[in-house]
């Protein structure tokens, strides 16, 4: 059973233009999410993550939103540039003492020119 | 600070053979954890350590083993070696704590073929 769910494999938008990449979440333990970005041969690159007790986290032109009732987080890229282009993962954690991060399958960014 | 490393980059073994990965964490960090990442499954979480103790483990067979030394170095072990096996190993080292101590920083994977 996945816990942490990307639904959409792949996304494509155009340089300058706004990424929204999704993420939903199914246990009701995970208190704070983290946004992964990974290169082709390369480890995930930690961008960005955000409390459970936040709706609204920025880093430049990185945002991500947490709606915790519908157990949803979106990370938004404004302006996306090409070199985003990448696979996106999100991830999970609880607050049970100590924990692992559950991650999502990613979704894949391609930022046309 | 340097970050996570990893070695080999790049492994080949044939099948029913056994095989060592290495990681190095982050300078300060106690715990490591261990994911396979296979194409269209995402990463799985395969064990964490910390202060060389296994604390969490995920859902691989026995085959898959790891430990971590007294400065927070951590291997993985894969034996008897099946084609499946073939993926990218990643090591992360984190604080060790909830929320943002529990921020897991990536070394650049091992690359495992099984032949």
């Known amino acids: 059973d996945q816990q942490v769910k990307q639904n959409s494999p792949s996304l494509s938008v155009q340089e300058g233009r706004i990424s929204i990449l999704n993420c939903d979440y199914t246990?009701?333990?995970?208190?704070?999410f983290l946004w992964y970005k990974k290169y082709p041969a390369e480890g995930p690159t930690f961008l960005i993550s955000?409390?459970?007790?936040?709706d609204k986290n920025e880093d430049g032109r990185f945002t991500v939103f947490l709606n915790k009732s519908a157990k949803h987080l979106s990370l938004h890229i404004v302006p996306s540039q090409p070199g985003d282009s990448a696979v996106y993962f999100c991830?999970?954690?609880?607050?049970?003492?100590?924990?692992?991060?559950?991650f999502g399958k990613g979704t894949m960014l391609l930022v046309s020119p | 600070k340097a970050g996570v490393t990893q070695t080999p980059r790049y492994l080949i073994k044939t099948r029913g053979q056994q095989v060592t990965l290495s990681c190095s964490p982050i300078?300060?960090?106690?715990?490591v954890s261990w994911y396979q990442q296979t194409p269209g499954q995402g990463l799985q979480f395969l064990f964490e350590?910390?202060?060389?103790?296994?604390?969490n483990k995920g859902n691989f067979p026995g085959r898959f083993s790891g430990r971590q030394f007294s400065n927070s170095r951590s291997e993985m072990n894969v034996s008897t070696l099946e084609l499946g096996d073939s993926a990218l190993y990643l090591c992360?080292?984190?604080?060790?704590?909830?929320?943002?101590?529990?921020?897991?920083?990536f070394g650049p994977g091992t690359r495992l073929t099984v032949l």
């Open positions: 991830a999970a954690s609880g607050n049970s003492g100590y924990s692992t991060l559950t």
């Open positions: 300078s300060g960090h106690r715990s």
């Open positions: 955000i409390s459970s007790i936040k």
């Open positions: 992360a080292s984190s604080l060790g704590g909830t929320g943002k101590g529990n921020e897991q920083f």
């Open positions: 350590y910390f202060s060389e103790t296994q604390r």
């Open positions: 246990n009701s333990m995970f208190d704070y």
